[in-house]
């Protein structure tokens, strides 16, 4: 069995420097920004982001990864909030929210950017449980229809986001997404 050998304090910087920097330049240009340009706006060599990173499919991996994290820390704490009903809308309103903000993001999650769907989508196993809780709190409390699950709910997020981004200029953003997501309600609320 071998065992990673911890990064050098000046590695794990520069590896955290590349990742800060990509989410930023991933978000503003999508996933077609090149490593050479996350390099020099991160301050480092090309190769300090090859060899933390080998492939685009592996930065934006990894990316995925800390978001993933986060969002599962944002559904467990949702998840047992008092009020199932606006925990779940507001938890998926900023999910979808923050996506439209990142570029990479929704290309990825659309299928446009070239990386694959295991990276985009193959780090939910931690996620996953806590959304679900989410949802099943909110479904008990009446606020969201029986009908719909987790896989309902990645539809409907991938359809807020190719809708968000094809709406007409002026737009609020959002608005189409909160429409979306009146359809989640039960048909007596």
Not at 30 to 49: H, K, P
Not at 85 to 96: E, H, K, L, P, S
């Amino acid at each position: 069995m071998t065992t990673e050998k911890p990064l050098r304090a000046d590695a794990a910087r520069n590896r955290l420097r590349v990742l800060e920097t990509a989410e930023t330049a991933f978000a503003e240009e999508g996933v077609g920004v090149s490593f050479d340009e996350i390099a020099r706006r991160a301050g480092v060599g090309v190769g300090t982001v090859y060899r933390h990173f080998p492939t685009k499919d592996a930065l934006f991996g990894a990316l995925m990864t800390d978001r993933l994290n986060q969002l599962t820390t944002d559904a467990e704490a949702a998840a047992d909030a008092p009020d199932p009903d606006a925990a779940f809308y507001g938890f998926f309103g900023r999910m979808i929210e923050r996506a439209l903000l990142n570029l990479a993001l929704c290309d990825a999650i659309e299928g446009d950017a070239g990386i694959s769907p295991a990276t985009v989508w193959g780090h939910e196993s931690r996620f996953r449980p806590a959304f679900g809780r989410l949802l099943a709190r909110a479904q008990d409390a009446g606020a969201v229809r029986t009908d719909v699950d987790i896989a309902d709910l990645r539809a409907v997020m991938i359809g807020c986001l190719a809708m968000e981004r094809q709406a007409p200029a002026g737009r609020q953003a959002g608005s189409l997404a909160a429409i979306a997501c009146a359809g989640l309600r039960p048909k007596n609320s």
